[in-house]
């Protein structure tokens, strides 16, 4: 289970993406920063499958569980945000082995310098690779994926089945475990995905989604995502802030000024952590790591254990 939220600023407001991770109990998610770079290898190796690189990409601060290649959410040097979710869909799912879900969050961090760029990427990679693979820790899950695409000026909501999507373009949007797409812009098989795809209603990702959107109308500040993101409900699976098998394993905020100001809890549990704020390619900060030394968790691992 995860949250999505974004939000195109006016004049007077900055656009701000939020993103709650939510993973399998114990489960390390790192922040990693990668820096921009010419590419001089022919392939790429992700979570699974080696694809062709490209020869520059951008600099990138994403938030990662350390056993993949791909991300959760992300920001990158063009003030690109992406954000996924997983989706449970009645069609078969595809258990071979090709790009996961967070592998395309990644890959449109990395190739795009606009929204509408990281829509476009995205959509090619998985109309060439496809999308397959287990994205699970310790039990292994199969899932397709939904993207919350956006820049400063832009949001994009693009929904997948194995090689089939729609993309909705918003101004705002919250997105969660399930389909939301009935009149697509823009689409390769139908209009009303939701209707064709959708599986058993997932109740608490409908009321989970509610919830994040009516907030996010008065979000104005940092501080009010952080709220959003810290939300607990007495209802089984309708909190933004989950504990239990699955948690909100890391928490993050992006304001998109000139330099994204990011602030992220690198650690599970939102509510009963502080959100450390990061300027986009200042020094490194503790616990901003780069992909030499992603393993050390020490500070995820005492944030867990003394919550």
Not at 28 to 35: R, S
Not at 193 to 208: G, H, M, Q, T, V
Not at 256 to 271: A, R, S, V
């Amino acid at each position: 289970m995860c949250d999505t939220l974004g939000k195109i600023g006016n004049k007077k407001r900055y656009s701000m993406f939020a993103k709650n991770s939510d993973r399998q109990f114990d489960e390390p998610q790192v922040m990693v920063f990668i820096d921009s770079k010419q590419n001089k290898d022919k392939k790429l190796k992700t979570t699974y499958i080696e694809i062709e690189q490209v020869e520059h990409t951008h600099a990138i601060l994403i938030s990662k569980p350390i056993w993949m290649w791909g991300a959760e959410m992300g920001v990158n040097d063009c003030g690109v945000c992406i954000g996924n979710e997983a989706i449970n869909t009645k069609t078969s799912k595809d258990n071979k082995e090709s790009l996961i879900g967070m592998d395309l969050v990644r890959l449109g961090l990395e190739r795009s310098s606009s929204a509408k760029e990281a829509l476009n990427v995205i959509i090619q990679l998985l109309q060439t690779y496809g999308q397959g693979g287990n994205c699970g820790y310790k039990k292994k899950v199969y899932y397709d994926n939904s993207f919350l695409i956006m820049d400063r000026t832009e949001l994009y909501i693009l929904e997948t089945v194995g090689k089939n999507y729609a993309v909705k373009r918003k101004k705002m949007a919250t997105i969660s475990n399930c389909l939301s797409i009935s009149k697509a812009d823009i689409y390769n098989d139908v209009k009303n995905f939701k209707k064709k795809y959708s599986d058993i209603p997932k109740e608490n990702a409908n009321i989970r989604k509610k919830t994040t959107y009516k907030k996010l109308v008065y979000a104005k500040t940092e501080e009010d995502l952080f709220k959003i993101l810290r939300i607990h409900s007495q209802k089984d699976g309708c909190s933004i802030c989950m504990h239990g098998r699955c948690e909100s394993t890391n928490s993050m905020v992006v304001i998109l000024k000139d330099k994204p100001e990011i602030y992220f809890t690198g650690c599970p549990n939102p509510c009963n952590s502080e959100y450390i704020k990061y300027i986009f390619n200042d020094d490194l900060v503790y616990p901003i790591m780069n992909e030499k030394n992603q393993d050390n968790c020490d500070f995820w691992k005492s944030k867990r254990y003394s919550n």
